[in-house]
């Protein structure tokens, strides 16, 4: 596949790396020296700008997902061994901070209906 080449300004991919780095509008123009109308007409009108935009959020947010998996599975044994490890206290934290991040914590509440048909 070949890489379509950018038909943006150097201004415009300067500006794209800092809105990357979540600076405003405001710092954004004097980093790049264009006015604060260019840098607002390129966030929200220029189409072009805001398709790149769009690929390197997905990019770095996909970069992202693969290092926070990393760590899932690290939180995971760190929650194991505070269950398996802990002191009955911390035992009984650790499990009710398991239920409820898994959304089962008062899934059973008394009068709490099974069916999808209510009470009739």
Known sequence: MVEKKSELS??????????ITGMTDREIVK????????????RNQDAEFMYALQLRRQILREKHMDSLSQLIKISIDV????LKEG???????????????SG????????KLLSSQGGN
């Not at 980093?31 to 390129?42: D, E, F, I, Y």
């Not at 002191?87 to 991040?101: S, T, V």
């Open 79 to 82: 929650m194991r061994a505070a």
């Open 104 to 111: 089962l914590k008062g899934f059973m509440k008394p009068g």
């Open 10 to 19: 150097d201004k415009q991919e300067m500006a794209l790396e800092l809105v």
């Open 87 to 101: 002191d009955p206290q911390m035992k009984m934290k650790a499990a009710m901070y398991m239920l409820k991040i």
């Open 31 to 42: 980093r790049v020296g264009a006015s604060r109308q260019w840098v607002n007409t390129w």
